[in-house]
């Protein structure tokens, strides 16, 4: 189905034939060369061994060969993880395209599926038994690989473990974050990326403070009860016990910026999306403001007004203050983790995508990180998006250097049955961007 048939939403058509791949891809379990260049630490850099699809060896650049597509999705939240998206689109396009070479290569921005992405380019996933979000044990992962630690706050306090779907905006804890990452920490992790998105918890990391041996004691000389609200009777914060992770680089993958408190800050703009009411947003407000002043009197600095400090609920603050934690935009750092631009460099045709293309794509989101990495590395490689739905115009991709979307809606309207067979829906969708973008050569 060509363009005429509505299932592209262009930023400008194809008619143009993009060079064939100029670097050698491997066999699944075969060592990679090591890369150079800047990675998320000056003196790490990640170069997994990786799977293809339709054939192995090298691609010669001087003569025509197979074409070389790099699949790159987040996930489509509610119906597929992004391995999963990746691996849909992967099928559909080798049955439209006998012989091309597919690389999987799911992608997260720091929230849900971190974790997924990580283990996709070849970390181990290490399963651990951690307090949820309410107290309750829930079943959480890291991923590792050598010293370096993919830690992802969802795993252990997002709002997918809350029970039963309940927000509990007041009381929400992140202590089974702290427990995470001693995990790693344990596992002998000396660098840990923590991905801050999709957390129930407007705590300030409180929890994960407390889950690593600080005590935050009340008024009674007892432990003040978990959650944002009991922060306000704080009255002694002793870190005589808090883990010495000094020998631990902790870099936060977020695009939020925001500080703790205030108009802009972690309770007032992130509160209501995890259930908090116009009367809770004050009460959280102050737990916050009284957790910053005992921070700041116990550490002699301020972090409240930090960019990002309010990232996660205030998880951001409590890792920026009391783990010197560093903070990039999460998508950079995943592309990162998953060697993105070595394996970018060269390719066909570039697909990403997630559920919705939305104005929040153009802010930080998977898709929009992923075509701008693959515009610095490889300016004539075309990038497409797959999506659950587009309110995108053709300006707007354009911008985020998206050259065409593709959407379920197009093939299935209704959305209860699209996101029951988004799987399916995505090889079609395969087959109709390999028609615009991988002719047939000659």
């Known amino acids: 189905m060509g363009p005429a048939d509505g299932q592209r939403h262009d930023a400008f058509p194809p008619g143009f034939l993009w060079g064939v791949a100029t670097a050698a891809y491997q066999v699944e379990g075969a060592p990679a060369e090591d890369g150079k260049g800047p990675s998320i630490w000056d003196t790490f850099s990640h170069q997994p061994g990786r799977t293809v699809h339709g054939g192995t060896g090298d691609i010669a650049c001087d003569e025509p060969g197979p074409y ?3 699949i790159a999705p987040d996930k489509f939240k509610g119906s597929l993880s992004a391995p999963e998206v990746a691996a849909h689109l992967a099928r559909g396009l080798a049955a439209a395209v006998p ?10 921005d720091g929230g849900d599926g971190t974790v997924d992405a990580a283990v996709a380019a070849a970390y181990r996933r290490i399963d ?8 309750e044990p829930v079943t959480a992962a890291f ?11 969802a795993q252990a306090c997002g709002l997918s473990r809350l029970p039963g779907g309940r927000l509990q905006s007041l009381t929400a804890t992140s202590y089974g974050v702290g427990e995470l990452i001693a995990a790693a920490a344990d596992a002998g992790a000396r660098r840990i990326v923590l991905g801050l998105g999709g957390s129930a918890t407007t705590d300030g990391g409180a929890g994960l403070i407390a889950a690593l041996g600080g005590r935050l004691l009340g008024a009674d000389g007892g432990p003040v009860a978990p959650g944002g609200a009991a922060l306000a009777g704080l009255r002694e914060l002793d870190l005589t016990g808090l883990r010495d992770l000094s020998g631990v680089d902790v870099l936060l993958a977020s695009d939020v910026d925001n500080p703790l408190l205030g108009p802009d800050g972690a309770a007032a703009i992130y509160g209501p999306q995890k259930g908090a009411s116009r009367e809770d947003i004050p009460v959280l407000e102050e737990g916050l403001a009284r957790w910053a002043d005992m921070a700041e009197a116990a550490l002699a600095e301020g972090f409240g007004d930090r960019p990002g400090a309010g990232a996660a609920g205030g998880l951001g603050f409590a890792a920026l203050a009391f783990l010197g934690a560093r903070m990039r935009p999460g998508i950079e750092v995943v592309l990162e983790l998953v060697s993105f631009a070595e394996r970018a460099a060269g390719a066909s045709l570039v697909i990403t995508g997630e559920g919705s293309l939305d104005a929040q794509t153009l802010r930080g989101k998977a898709p929009a990180g992923v075509a701008g990495a693959t515009r610095a590395v490889s300016p004539e490689t075309p990038v497409v998006a797959v999506a659950g739905a587009c309110s995108l115009d053709r ?29 399916p829906l ?9 028609a615009d973008w991988l002719p047939p050569r000659t």
Do not use: F, Q, W
């Open 426 to 434: 995505l090889e079609k969708l395969a087959a109709h961007l390999a």
């Open 68 to 70: 070389r597509v790099v």
């Open 143 to 153: 991923a590792i690989r050598g010293d370096v630690a993919v830690v992802e706050a």
């Open 395 to 423: 300006a707007s991709l354009t911008r985020a250097g998206i050259a065409a979307a593709y959407t379920l809606a197009d093939l299935e309207p209704d959305l209860p049955s699209s996101m029951a067979n988004a799987g």
């Open 99 to 108: 012989g091309v070479l597919t690389d999987e290569v799911p992608v997260a």
């Open 128 to 135: 651990v038994r951690v307090s949820g979000p309410t107290g």
